[in-house]
């Protein structure tokens, strides 16, 4: 891919994929990744590449449970980290919680290079939120050492730390498997999922989830987490969230043939 | 990925994924290749990944277009051949015409991947279809030496034969790229596009369009090319047909949510 101009219609979307082949490139993914990410494009289309309102309020309602835990923690994957590494280290520098990186198809080169590139996202962390430069040097990076499994799940995806998911209250996911959302909500934990197939799996059974493109999602939660007012709906009803995504999709597919 | 067993009831989809990351592996693909294939697999789903009628239609059209050519031609890129290059050489070897290799990010290795790949899938394609195997074996597979150009296509994806794009009548052009598939039309070409969005440029520009997962609607595609009674419909309204395609997925999506 050539240079493209900021201007360009498609800048972000462009830039997420030369973002997520570059990762690839270093190992970070796996083979997989990049199909999932053509798949949400596809969902992201039919939102009109936008924030829609539904989005708007989970994002808002996200924070207000972030905000309200006692032990959060944010779980990143490879794509996670490709996309948007900063932002959730400032995410988590925010809420003074350790990021976690667990991932479907674990190897230790997979996470060797999951774990050095956060290390040097830090710094990119710092340029883009320079007012949480001492935080995001302290974030807690976890992932390497896993000695807490999380039940009713097969596989090394069910590895995890004991001070990290399993001891969390509050689990922010971005792009989750099913299965593995299903077992943490199962554990009892408010699981926040982003994703953006209102259809999917993580979608339905997550206790909030944000149907919206991750990088453009995250610098609203940035916002949100500022705002320590924000007050959990304890009658937070993600189904009909859903099914609001889900009409704006319906209409944009509609007005768009 | 683990042994997927044909009873899965995603088979189809994860043999189409293993397909595509082995030709990522050999450099048959761009790097874009495996998104361009999950946006797919998003649309996929809104179809509830099966054939629909209007697809359904569209197929039987393409097959009486190319049955009544002068010089049809089958154009393919990286994606085509790792999904279906034996069936697309089957049917070229119904046609009596040649299969052209033709891709967006064109370096001499992957034109050298994809002409020994597709040298090799004359073998799969016989196993798949014996009676034809005399055929299969005369098909002309060009690319190699590209001789022409397509009008008003900037790069080197212009680049065609005199003898085989460049003089064809009709074209059937699975997974295209929208700017290539404008300028084909504006050649006069009866181009015939198998793409899995109603909305994208190549399915309003084409001539017809199949929006239908390739590896399903090929078999369906090689049944009609059997049946010479086929006539074909000058009064074919492709937009139509597109608007009952995104009928179909307005309601899938209607009835998921």
Redesign the interface.
């Known amino acids: 891919?050539g240079e493209v101009p900021p201007t360009h219609p498609r800048y972000a979307s462009l830039m997420a994929?030369k973002r997520?082949?570059d990762a690839?490139?270093t190992g970070m993914l796996a083979?997989?990744a990049?199909?999932?990410?053509?798949?949400?494009?596809?969902?992201d289309?039919l939102l009109g590449e936008r924030t829609c309102d539904a989005a708007r309020k989970a994002i808002a309602e996200v924070a207000a449970r972030l905000l309200s835990a006692e032990n959060p923690v944010i779980s990143v994957n490879g794509n996670t980290v490709a996309l948007a590494g900063p932002q959730l280290l400032t995410c988590a520098a925010m809420l003074n919680c350790p990021v976690e990186v667990n991932i479907y198809y674990r190897t230790p080169e997979r996470m060797e290079a999951l774990l050095s590139a956060l290390e040097l996202q830090r710094e990119e962390a710092t340029t883009l939120y320079p007012e949480f430069h001492q935080q995001i040097s302290l974030v807690p990076i976890l992932g390497a050492t896993p000695d807490g499994r999380i039940p009713n799940l097969d596989g090394p995806r069910a590895n995890c730390h004991a001070d990290g998911i399993l001891s969390a209250d509050v689990i922010l996911v971005p792009l989750e498997d099913g299965d593995r959302c299903e077992a943490l909500v199962a554990m009892g934990k408010t699981v926040c999922a982003i994703d953006l197939?209102?259809?999917s799996r993580t979608a339905k059974k997550a206790t909030i989830t944000i149907v919206d493109e991750l990088t453009r999602c995250l610098p609203l939660l940035l916002d949100d987490l500022i705002d320590e007012t924000l007050i959990p709906d304890e009658n937070w009803d993600n189904e009909q969230n859903?099914?609001q995504v889900?009409?704006e999709?319906?209409r944009i597919?509609?007005d768009?043939?």
């Open positions: 891919m994929r997520l082949t690839a490139a083979e997989s990049l199909i999932a990410h053509g798949r949400g494009e596809a969902f289309y197939n209102p259809l859903l099914r889900v009409s999709m319906l597919l509609d768009a043939a």
